[in-house]
């Protein structure tokens, strides 16, 4: 079964951290590029565009969007099929639901883990 199952969000005052968890199936997550999205509370409908905000080749190769870049770290574990993102110095703009995926491919979105950043 295709799935995607993130966890970690939760409520943190600006400057402070979170770490994300996404375990995915092994048929996604095997040998791909995985990704972290992130959509804006009440932006919840079908079509409405996701933000990559960080993603990580099989080799471990990272990108970022100057946004999140130098706060935001993602990586991998592949024995465990699950990808993180360790996000520092948060800011209120940061404020999202936060997704996994494969960019390019974009298998069946998982339920996300709600981010809020208060001032």
């Known amino acids: 079964q295709v799935q995607l199952v993130e966890s970690g969000g939760g409520l943190v005052q600006a400057g402070g951290s979170l770490r994300l968890s996404c375990v995915a199936s092994r048929s996604i997550f095997s040998g791909k590029t995985m990704g972290w999205y992130r959509q804006v509370p009440g932006a919840q409908r079908p079509g409405a565009q996701r933000?990559?905000?960080?993603?990580?080749?099989?080799?471990?190769?990272?990108s970022y969007p100057d946004a999140v870049k130098e706060r935001f770290t993602i990586s991998r574990d592949n024995a465990k099929n699950t990808v993180y993102l360790q996000m520092n110095n948060l800011k209120p703009e940061d404020t999202a639901v936060y997704y996994c995926?494969?960019?390019?491919?974009?298998?069946?979105w998982g339920q996300g883990t709600l981010v809020t950043v208060s001032p």
């Open positions: 995926n494969v960019p390019g491919l974009l298998f069946k």
């Open positions: 933000e990559l905000v960080a993603a990580i080749t099989s080799d471990g190769t990272t």
